[in-house]
C-alpha cells in the first residue's frame, strides 16, 4: 500500500467510527401463533382469519385424535390460508417414551403416531417432542438410551411422512447442556430428528443465547416466551412468572444476534397465555420487534 492509499484508507475508518451503527436487519423468521392461545368462544374459522389479520403467518396446532376435528381445523387452516407448520405431541408427558412400562409405552409411541399423522394431513413440518421425562423411578442414563431407541422406531415413519421429530428442552430434568443436546440429536444421525428450541426454557439456569449458537443448523423451529425473575420471601427461593414478551429479563437483542449469526430461517411460535384480539394484536407487534432487533 502506498502512502496515498494508506491516508485514504485510514481517512475512510475514522469517517466511519463517527457514524452511528447500522440498525439490526430484520430475521428471515415466521411468525407463528398456539392454536390454544386463540379465543375459544369465537368459531374456528373466526380464530384464524383473525390471527392471520393482526400478522401471524403459520400457526402451531397440538396433537387431535379426532379425525373429524382433524378435518375442520384443516379446513378452517386452509380457508384462513394460515398454514399449520407444526404439530405439539399431547401424551410425552402421561406417557413418557423412557417409562419401564410397556403400556405407557405404547400409548406414547401411539400418541407420536397420532402426531405425525396429524402433521401429514396438514401439511405440517415438525412434531414437537419431548423425549424424556426423569424422575426417581426413572433414571437419567435409562431416559436418555430408551428414548433413543423410541425415537429410531419413529424415523421410517416419519421419513414417509416428509415431518422432522423435534426434540425440545423443557422442564423435564433431562438434556440439560447445549452440548449435550447437540450430541444427542447427532446420535441419529437422521434428517428427521432435530431440535426444537424454546428460548424461555432453559432461561432459569443458562442463556438462550448460548444454546443457539452451539445448536445452530440443527435447531428447526423456535418457540418465544419471557419470564420474571423473583425473590419468594418465605422460601427464599428464585421464581419464574411467566410475562409477555420483553416485559422479563430474557435479551431479545443477544438472541437476535444469535439467530443471526447461525443464519436460522424458520418460524418462531409465540407460547403464552391466551387473550382477545387486542391482546394477540400487541403480541404480535412484540415478536416484529424482537425478529427487527429493536
Request: with cysteine.
Amino acid at each position: 500500500m502506498n502512502r496515498r492509499s494508506f491516508l485514504a484508507a485510514t481517512a475512510a475508518t475514522q469517517l466511519a467510527s463517527t457514524l452511528p451503527l447500522a440498525q439490526a436487519a430484520t430475521l428471515p423468521i415466521k411468525k407463528a401463533i398456539l392454536y390454544g392461545m386463540l379465543p375459544k368462544q369465537m368459531p374456528l374459522l373466526d380464530r384464524f382469519q383473525m390471527a392471520r389479520e393482526i400478522g401471524f403467518e403459520q400457526m402451531e396446532c397440538p396433537q387431535i385424535d379426532d379425525p373429524a376435528e382433524a378435518e375442520a381445523i384443516k379446513k378452517a387452516a386452509d380457508q384462513a390460508k394460515l398454514p399449520i407448520h407444526s404439530v405439539m405431541n399431547g401424551d410425552h408427558w402421561r406417557f413418557p417414551l423412557n417409562s419401564n412400562d410397556p403400556e405407557v409405552v405404547a400409548k406414547s409411541m401411539k400418541a407420536m403416531r397420532t402426531s405425525l399423522g396429524n402433521a401429514k394431513l396438514w401439511g405440517a413440518e415438525t412434531v414437537l417432542l419431548v423425549p424424556a421425562v426423569v424422575s426417581p423411578d426413572h433414571s437419567y442414563a435409562e431416559a436418555y438410551k430408551r428414548s433413543q431407541a423410541r425415537i429410531r422406531e419413529l424415523i421410517p415413519l416419519a421419513a414417509e411422512y416428509k415431518v422432522v421429530i423435534a426434540v425440545e428442552e423443557v422442564w423435564n430434568k433431562f438434556l440439560l447442556s447445549p452440548l449435550e443436546f447437540a450430541r444427542y440429536v447427532d446420535e441419529f444421525k437422521s434428517p428427521w430428528v432435530k431440535a426444537y428450541f424454546d428460548v424461555g426454557n432453559i432461561v432459569l439456569f443458562a442463556y438462550p443465547q448460548d444454546w443457539i449458537r452451539t445448536l445452530g443448523k440443527r435447531i428447526v423451529k423456535l418457540h418465544f416466551k419471557d419470564f420474571k425473575f423473583q425473590q419468594n420471601r418465605e422460601t427464599r427461593k428464585r421464581e419464574a412468572e411467566f410475562v409477555n414478551l420483553g416485559e422479563g429479563e430474557i435479551d431479545w437483542k443477544a438472541i437476535h444476534a444469535a439467530l443471526a449469526e447461525i443464519g436460522y430461517r424458520g418460524t418462531a411460535t409465540v407460547e403464552l397465555s391466551g387473550g382477545d384480539r387486542a391482546y394477540l394484536a400487541d403480541v404480535s407487534k412484540r415478536v416484529d420487534k424482537i425478529l427487527a432487533g429493536a
